[in-house]
C-alpha cells in the first residue's frame, strides 16, 4: 500500500517557537511510518519556509537550520495541485501532499492564518479549521462563545492598545480598570487576549502591579484581558474526533504557589499534574460531557485539549482551548489519552485518517 505524504509543520514565527520544535519531534518519532511519509516543513523565527529533511535530533535541539537538506519552499495555492513546491538551484520540484498537519502553537500556527492557507490550497488538514482556530486562540470570543453554551466563564475586562494609551500607567489608571479590580477583587489576572503557552500573563496581587503587568501582557498582543482569579484547581480534557468525540482522563494540576506559567508548565519544578484527576467518577464525567461543549460551540474539530477549573464548591469553569497542543511524550494531551488506553501513535493516526476522511 502506497504511503499518504503527510506535511508536517515545526518551527513558526511566535513566542512559542521553541516548544514547537518538541511537539514535532514527538509527532515524528512516534508516527507510523509503515502508513505515512513526513515530508517536513520548517518555519523560522523570522517565517522563512524550508522543506527539511534531515534527523529529527537536530529539530529538537534546534540545529536544523544549519542542515544542508533545507530547501526553500512553498505551498502550492492551486487545488487542483495540493503539493508542497521545493524552490531548488537547478529548478522547480513538487512534493504531492495527502493531508497537512500543523504542528505549531501560537501565533502564525495555531491561529488560523496557517489553516486558512492549507485550505485555500484545497488540503485535507489535520486538526481544527481557520475559524476554530482563530477563535480558541482569542480568549475573549471563545469565553463569550462557551458562556452562550451555557458553560461559566471568568468575569473579564478587555482593554486595547489605543483605549489604553501610550504610557504604562495608563493601563492601572484606566477607570474601568480600577471599577472591575475593586468590584471583583484581588488576585487578578491580566493576559495578552491571543497567545499561548502564559507568555505575558501576570497574577496580579496588588493595584501596583496592574501598570507592569499590562506592560507586558501588550507586548504579546494588541488586546489584554483582565480575569478574574477562580478558586480551585486547573482540570484538563483531551478531546479527538469530529462528530463522535472521544475524550481521555481528565487530568488535574497541582500548584504549590502562584499559577501555571511558562517555567512550570514545561519544567514542573513545583507543581505535579495528576492523571486521571483525584475526582469522583462522576465529577469527571461532568467535565468530560462539559469539555464536549465547548469543544463543539467554539466548531473545533480533529483534536482539542479543554481547559477548565473546578471550584471547591465542583462548579466548572471554562479557561481555554488549545487546538494544537503539546505532542511530546510528556505533554498533557498524549498524557491523558494514553491514561484513556490510547498510544501516542495510535492518536496521530486517528488524527491524519479523520481529516483524510472528513
Not at 488538514?125 to 482556530?133: M, Y
Request: glycine fraction near 8%; include cysteine.
Amino acid at each position: 500500500m502506497k504511503k499518504q505524504n503527510v506535511l508536517i509543520f515545526f518551527g513558526g514565527c511566535s513566542s512559542e517557537y521553541s516548544v514547537s520544535l518538541s511537539s514535532a519531534s514527538g509527532v515524528l518519532l512516534n508516527l507510523d511510518k509503515s502508513k505515512y511519509h513526513p515530508v517536513t516543513v520548517g518555519i523560522t523565527e523570522t517565517g522563512t519556509w524550508f522543506y527539511y529533511s534531515g534527523p529529527v535530533e537536530k529539530i529538537l535541539d534546534n540545529t536544523w537550520q544549519e542542515d544542508s537538506s533545507n530547501v526553500p519552499a512553498i505551498l502550492s495555492p492551486n487545488r487542483d495541485e495540493k503539493c508542497l513546491i521545493l524552490l531548488k538551484e537547478s529548478g522547480i520540484e513538487k512534493i504531492s501532499v495527502d493531508v497537512a498537519f500543523p504542528v505549531l502553537h501560537g501565533r502564525n500556527g495555531e491561529d488560523g492564518t496557517l489553516q486558512g492557507l492549507i485550505e485555500l490550497a484545497g488540503i485535507p488538514l489535520a486538526g481544527c479549521g481557520t475559524l476554530a482556530s482563530a477563535l480558541c486562540m482569542d480568549k475573549d470570543r471563545a469565553h463569550r462563545l462557551a458562556s452562550v453554551a451555557g458553560v461559566r466563564v471568568p468575569k473579564a475586562l478587555v482593554l486595547d492598545s489605543e483605549r489604553a494609551g501610550e504610557h504604562n500607567n495608563a493601563y492601572a489608571l484606566d477607570t474601568a480598570v480600577q471599577t472591575f479590580a475593586q468590584e471583583t477583587g484581588y488576585p487578578l489576572y491580566v493576559k495578552p487576549v491571543k497567545a499561548g503557552s502564559s507568555y505575558g500573563v501576570t497574577k496580579v496581587n496588588r493595584p501596583d502591579e496592574l501598570a507592569p503587568a499590562f506592560s507586558l501582557a501588550f507586548r504579546y498582543d494588541n488586546q489584554v484581558i483582565l480575569e478574574e482569579n477562580i478558586d480551585g484547581f486547573e482540570v484538563g480534557c483531551a478531546v479527538l474526533g469530529n462528530t463522535k468525540l472521544i475524550t481521555g482522563e481528565i487530568d488535574e494540576i497541582e500548584l504549590s504557589g502562584g499559577f501555571f506559567d511558562f517555567t512550570e508548565k514545561y519544567t514542573l519544578k513545583t507543581s505535579a499534574i495528576h492523571v486521571p484527576a483525584r475526582i469522583s467518577e462522576e465529577k469527571s464525567a461532568e467535565i468530560k460531557e462539559t469539555a464536549k461543549r465547548i469543544y463543539r460551540a467554539l466548531g473545533c474539530s480533529g483534536f482539542a485539549r479543554v481547559d477548565m477549573f473546578l471550584t471547591p464548591s465542583g462548579e466548572i469553569v471554562f479557561n481555554e482551548v488549545n487546538t494544537i497542543p503539546g505532542f511530546t511524550e510528556h505533554s498533557r494531551y498524549p498524557g491523558m489519552m494514553k491514561a484513556a488506553g490510547h498510544s501516542l501513535g495510535e492518536i496521530l493516526t486517528e488524527i491524519i485518517e479523520q481529516a483524510v476522511k472528513a
